[in-house]
T-cell receptor
Framework: KAGVTQTPRYLIKTRGQQVTLSCSPI?????VSWYQQTPGQGLQFLFE???????NKGNFPGRFSGRQFSNSRSEMNVSTLELGDSALYLC??????????????FGEGSWLTVV | AQSVTQLGSHVSVSEGALVLLRCNYSSSVPPYLFWYVQYPNQGLQLLLKYTSAATLVKGINGFEAEFKKSETSFHLTKPSAHMSDAAEYFC????????????FGKGTKLTVNP
């Protein structure tokens, strides 16, 4: 069974540009969440999508957005990149039923460097 | 709001020694609790999870954790450390019902000395 797949794994962008990261969840999983990991702030929740609807959102500016497609694949976009957006972006997937201790699986992450 | 506190950002043990990584949670009702491990340049791998079925939870790689409601703790232990256990460990909490959002602690970096 394939795990959570994130692309690209590594990328370098310039300040002011935008970036799109992609995530393919485990087959059958309907919930996809995104997290930002930095040395200073640790792991912070960005947003969660379930059945193409944003179900929960973290405390990030509007430059951070996401979406989920009918096949549960998800993308997140960061516009007008800032140096502080340099981070590891992790995607997580689960069944998404929300009423039990569903196992939440993480991808390998996308390393974004903003220069 | 639920939160997690991991005591000790760095823990160093000798190979073969007991590993104890501490996690305390803040929640008005028993939450779901997780321990994840992150090896360098990799994503997060689930070690174990507490979902109220049993207070002592056994995970992969010989790790286990005990849920103690009275102490609001979920400490991770392993009787004998291996060099391969060197990694960063994260405790996380997820409220019952609703979304799959995880709230993570700051992490504990485990060093295993030969």
């Amino acid at each position: 069974k394939a795990g959570v797949t994130q692309t690209p794994r590594y990328l370098i962008k310039t300040r002011g540009q935008q970036v799109t990261l992609s995530c393919s969840p485990i087959s059958g999983h309907r919930s996809v969440s995104w997290y930002q990991q930095t040395p200073g702030q640790g792991l912070q929740f960005l947003f969660e999508y379930f059945s193409e609807t944003q179900r929960n959102k973290g405390n990030f500016p509007g430059r951070f957005s996401g979406r989920q497609f009918s096949n549960s694949r998800s993308e997140m976009n960061v516009s007008t990149l800032e140096l502080g957006d340099s981070a590891l972006y992790l995607c997580a997937s689960s069944k998404g039923t929300g009423n039990s201790g569903n196992t939440i699986y993480f991808g390998e992450g996308s390393w974004l460097t903003v220069v | 709001a639920q939160s997690v506190t991991q005591l000790g950002s760095h823990v160093s043990v000798s190979e073969g020694a007991l590993v104890l990584l501490r996690c305390n949670y803040s929640s008005s009702v028993p939450p779901y609790l997780f321990w994840y491990v992150q090896y360098p340049n990799q994503g997060l791998q689930l070690l174990l999870k507490y979902t109220s079925a049993a207070t002592l939870v056994k995970g992969i790689n010989g790790f286990e954790a005990e849920f103690k409601k009275s102490e609001t703790s979920f400490h991770l232990t392993k009787p004998s450390a291996h060099m391969s256990d060197a990694a960063e460990y994260f405790c996380a909490v997820r409220p019952q019902g609703g979304s799959e959002k995880l709230v993570f602690g700051k992490g504990t970096k485990l060093t295993v000395n030969p």
